[in-house]
């Protein structure tokens, strides 16, 4: 399986991108929020990573495998999350993700079907099965912490999310809490510990 394709970005459009490597061309698809992020890319190397998938009717014998790409880790395990619903698969969720992950997964943490039924091909009945199955799944990519931390510094992203729920637990909402934990993130201390992290919230709750 393909899970990363490395080289020039040489043509682009709405569906799809074309990387070329040495003597070859490849036809990557991509949903509307991973092009917005590559039109400035054209002629240069990028680097994707992928999955795959055949695409057409297996009872005719007519079955094309694809890849689809995305800039980061985090942005292909939501597509790959949110493919998993019934009622939404590959080609749906390609044509969905027209917003960044940050805001589609804090729709759906907030149970909010109005926001996500304008996404393409998703109306009310489709956000309610998003929500009912990814709602509590979505901490990381609502703070989306892990794009925005050096390599290497995964466990932070994770302390960062345990102390999201904890501000959760006692009473906060998403996004007052939000709000608190990217204040933290901003101080781009080390915590060692959720208690640290909550600590550092609320003295500076006081100041």
């Known amino acids: 399986m393909i ?32 092009r917005r992020q590559l039109q400035s890319k054209l002629n240069t190397e ?7 998938y055949l695409d057409g009717n297996p009872q005719q014998g007519r ?9 980061s880790d985090a942005e292909k395990e ?28 804090e729709a759906i943490e907030e149970q909010d079907v109005k926001t996500l039924s304008t996404l393409p091909g ?14 509590r799944k979505m901490t990381k990519f609502a703070l ?8 290497g ?8 999310s345990e102390a999201y729920e904890a501000l959760l637990s006692v009473g906060h ?5 939000r709000a608190r934990i990217e204040t933290v993130m901003e101080t781009r201390k080390k915590f060692k510990s959720v208690e640290d992290i909550l600590a550092e919230i609320y003295q500076k709750q006081r100041g």
């Open 144 to 151: 989306m912490i892990a794009a925005s931390l050096p390599a």
């Open 3 to 34: 899970t990363r394709i490395t080289g020039s970005l040489v043509a682009l459009n709405d569906v799809s991108a074309t990387v070329r490597i040495g003597g070859f061309e490849y036809e990557v698809l991509i949903p509307d929020m991973v």
């Open 78 to 105: 939501f597509f790959e999350l949110f493919c998993s619903v019934d009622g939404v698969g590959v080609k749906k969720a390609l044509r969905a993700m027209v917003r960044p992950v940050r805001e589609v997964a």
């Open 122 to 135: 998703v109306g009310p009945a489709v956000a309610e099965r998003i929500i009912a199955k990814l709602r």
């Open 173 to 177: 909402s998403p996004p007052d809490a």
């Open 153 to 160: 510094e995964e466990s932070s992203s994770d302390l960062m």
């Open 46 to 52: 990028i680097s994707l990573r992928t999955i795959e």
């Open 63 to 71: 079955l094309v495998p694809r890849i689809v790409g995305f800039t």
